[in-house]
C-alpha cells in the first residue's frame, strides 16, 4: 500500500540540506530563534513516539488547546505523523466551550496550556480522557518534558487517503458545533494545488502571522511551506510592526482581510517594504475593495483573494500567473474570490435545484477531492449538506461571471465573520436569552472598520424587570470566547417582525449599520 500519511509527503519537501532555517520564530523584541529542518524532522519524531507510547486506538483524537509555538505546530505534525487525528481549538474558548469539544469529540489525549490544566484537565478527566498533557508557549509543559525521553527515530504511520487527519469544529445556523473530518487525501490534495496555482518556487520565505488552529494558519500556510520545502519566519502573534520589520527577508504572506487593514495603517508600509515580496494572498472573509486597491496603491502588489471553508480547505483563487483554463486570464481581479481551483468543481444552483445562469446569484455548491468526509458523528447532518449527486453545499451566495470569476455576495447561513473568526448568532442568541431578565434576543453583523464586520445584540427584556446591554456583555464575557463577544448590547421595547412573527434580521442591520464607520 503507497503510505498517503500527509506528513510523510510533507517531509519528502524537506531540502536537502537539513541544517538550513525551517523555522525562524521571530519575537517582538527583535530576538529570534531558529529551527533546523533537521530539528523538525526530530522532535516531530520524539513527539510522534511518545503518542505511539500510549498505545493509542487507531483514529484516536489529539484536542490541543495551545498557545502558538513552534513546539505547537510540531505536535501537529507529529500527529499526522503518527496516525492520528489532530483535533486544534481556539484558544479563546472557555469552559462551556471546551467541555462540549471534548464531551463531542471523546479525544484519547488532550494538551492544553500550562496555566489552564487544572479546569482543562477536569473536563478532559471527567469526559474519559486518560492522557492529558500541557505545552507551554516557552517550551514547557509535561509533553516535551516526556518526549525528550522518546526515540528521535520514527517512521510515519501507513495510512490511506481516505484516513482521518483532522477534526476542525465549526458551528451551525442551528445546535451545536459540528465537527468537520478532513482525510488526508483532501489535505494532500489541497496542499498540491495551491503549491502549483500560486507559484510557489525555491526560495520562496513565508511570514506566517496567523492563528493555527483554523484552516488558514494551520493547513493553508503551514502546508504550503513545507511542501515547498521554504522557510518559514513564524510570528507567535500577529503584530504589524514585527511583520514590517521582517518583509524585505519574505516573499509570501497571507493574511485575513483584518491583518492587511492593521498593516496599511502602518507609515512604515510601501514599495521598499515589499521589494522582496512575490506574492501576498488574503481569505477566511471578504476583503474591501478599499483595502485591495489602498494595498496596490501603498506597495504595488496585487492582493490575491481566494475562498474556502473548514469543510473543504481551498476552493477558489484568484490567478497568480496566467489560467490556461480561462483563457490564460491572469488578472486578480478585486471583489471576487477568482477561478475555482483546478480539481474543485464549483456550480451555482437556485433553491430549487437548476443550474442559474452566467451572472446570476445563488447558492455555491462545490465537489472535488478536497471536501470533507462528513460530519463527526452527524450522518443526517452531513446528508443535508450534500446534494444527490455529490454536491456539497457551502452555504455561501454568490455568481460567477463570464470570464469564469466567482464572487461572493451573501450567505444563506446566518453567520458573522468577525476579524476572521466565525461566529453564530444563534449560539449568542441562545447564551443571552438563558440570562435572567431577558426575554428574547437578536445578534446582528454590523460593518466594521477593523474586524469587518462584528456582532451587535438587541435585547427584550421581560416585563417589569429591567435589564442593562452593558451588563449583558459583561456576563457573555464569562461564558464566551472573547471574538464571540458583542462589541455592542442595546435593550429595546420591541423587536421588527414580519407578519408570521420572525424577527426581521435585514432591519436591524439596516438600523446598526453606522455604529462603528
Ligand atoms: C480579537 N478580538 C476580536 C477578534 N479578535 N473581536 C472580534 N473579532 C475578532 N476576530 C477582540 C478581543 O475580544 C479583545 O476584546 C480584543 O479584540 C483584543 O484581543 P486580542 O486577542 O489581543 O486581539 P488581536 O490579537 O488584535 O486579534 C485580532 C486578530 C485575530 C489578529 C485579527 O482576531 C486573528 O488572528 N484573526 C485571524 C483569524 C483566522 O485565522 N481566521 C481563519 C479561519 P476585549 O478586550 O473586549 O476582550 S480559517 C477560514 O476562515 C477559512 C477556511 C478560510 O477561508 O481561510
Ligand atoms: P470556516 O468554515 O469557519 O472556515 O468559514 C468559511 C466561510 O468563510 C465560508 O463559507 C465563507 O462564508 C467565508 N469566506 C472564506 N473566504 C472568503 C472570502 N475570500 N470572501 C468571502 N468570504 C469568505
Known amino acids: 500500500m503507497i503510505n498517503h500519511n500527509l506528513f510523510a509527503a510533507l517531509q519528502a519537501a524537506f531540502p536537502a540540506d537539513l541544517d538550513a532555517v525551517a523555522v525562524e520564530a521571530a519575537e517582538p523584541d527583535g530576538s529570534s530563534l531558529k529551527y533546523s529542518w533537521r530539528d523538525l524532522k526530530r522532535a516531530t519524531a520524539m513527539v510522534a513516539n511518545l503518542l505511539v507510547s500510549l498505545d493509542l486506538a487507531e483514529g484516536s483524537r489529539v484536542a490541543v488547546q495551545v498557545e502558538k509555538s513552534v513546539e505547537a505546530m510540531v505536535l501537529y505534525l ?94 451551525g445556523t442551528t445546535g451545536r458545533s459540528k465537527g468537520a473530518m478532513l482525510t488526508h487525501g483532501n489535505m494532500l490534495s489541497n496542499a498540491l494545488v495551491l503549491k502549483h496555482y500560486w507559484g510557489w518556487k525555491p526560495g520562496d520565505v513565508l511570514i506566517h502571522a496567523l492563528p493555527i488552529f483554523h484552516v488558514h494558519g494551520l493547513f493553508v500556510a503551514i502546508h504550503g511551506a513545507l511542501i515547498n520545502g521554504s522557510k518559514m519566519i513564524w510570528l507567535s502573534k500577529f503584530d504589524p510592526k514585527v511583520v514590517l520589520r521582517k518583509l524585505p527577508e519574505a516573499t509570501v504572506f497571507m493574511g485575513v482581510p483584518t491583518l492587511y487593514v492593521r498593516l496599511l495603517a502602518e507609515p512604515g508600509l510601501n514599495r521598499d517594504a515589499a521589494r522582496n515580496m512575490r506574492l501576498f494572498v488574503a481569505g477566511s472573509a471578504p476583503l474591501l475593495i478599499e483595502t485591495f486597491t489602498e494595498w496596490q496603491r501603498r506597495t504595488g502588489h496585487t492582493i490575491l483573494e481566494r475562498y474556502g471553508m473548514s469543510e473543504t480547505a481551498m476552493l477558489t483563487s484568484n490567478p497568480c500567473g496566467p489560467d490556461p483554463r480561462y483563457g490564460g486570464q491572469s488578472e486578480r ?132 424587570v429591567a435589564v442593562d446591554g452593558a451588563a449583558i456583555v459583561a456576563e457573555l464575557k464569562a461564558k464566551l470566547a472573547n471574538f464571540k463577544i458583542p462589541k455592542h448590547c442595546d435593550v429595546v421595547p420591541e423587536l421588527p417582525r414580519n407578519t408570521m412573527g420572525k424577527v426581521q434580521k435585514n432591519l436591524l442591520r439596516e438600523q446598526y449599520k453606522g455604529l462603528f464607520v
Not at 469552559?95 to 464531551?103: N, P, Q, R
Request: charged share 20%.
Open 78 to 171: 507529529a500527529t499526522l505523523r503518527a496516525g492520528y487525528v489532530f483535533l486544534p481549538l481556539n484558544t479563546a474558548y472557555q469552559s462551556a466551550e471546551i467541555e462540549y469539544f471534548i464531551g463531542n469529540a471523546e479525544p484519547a489525549v488532550v494538551v492544553c496550556s500550562p496555566g489552564n490544566f487544572g479546569w482543562v484537565s477536569k473536563i478532559a478527566f471527567t469526559a474519559g480522557t486518560r492522557h492529558v498533557f500541557t505545552l507551554g508557549d516557552d517550551r514547557t509543559g509535561s509533553l516535551l518534558e516526556r518526549a525528550a525521553q522518546c526515540s528521535d527515530q520514527h517512521s510515519p504511520v501507513k495510512k490511506a487517503d481516505d484516513d482521518l487527519a483532522a477534526i476542525l469544529y465549526t458551528s
Open 333 to 464: 481581479r478585486g471583489g471576487t474570490v477568482g477561478f475555482p481551483l483546478p480539481g474543485v468543481h464549483l456550480r451555482v444552483q437556485d433553491d430549487e435545484g437548476r443550474a442559474v445562469p452566467v451572472g446570476e446569484v445563488g447558492g455555491i455548491q462545490v465537489q472535488g477531492p478536497n471536501v470533507f468526509k462528513g460530519y463527526w458523528r452527524m450522518p443526517e447532518k452531513t446528508a443535508e449538506e450534500f446534494t444527490a449527486d455529490g454536491y456539497f453545499r457551502t452555504g455561501d451566495v454568490g455568481k460567477i461571471d463570464e470570464r469564469g470569476y466567482v464572487t461572493i455576495v451573501g450567505r444563506s447561513k446566518d453567520l458573522i465573520i468577525s476579524g476572521g473568526y466565525n461566529v453564530y448568532p444563534a449560539e449568542i442568541e441562545g447564551f443571552i436569552n438563558e440570562l435572567p431578565g431577558v426575554a428574547e434576543s437578536a445578534v446582528v453583523g454590523v460593518p466594521h472598520p477593523d474586524f469587518g464586520e462584528v456582532g451587535v445584540a438587541v435585547v427584550i427584556a421581560r416585563p417589569g
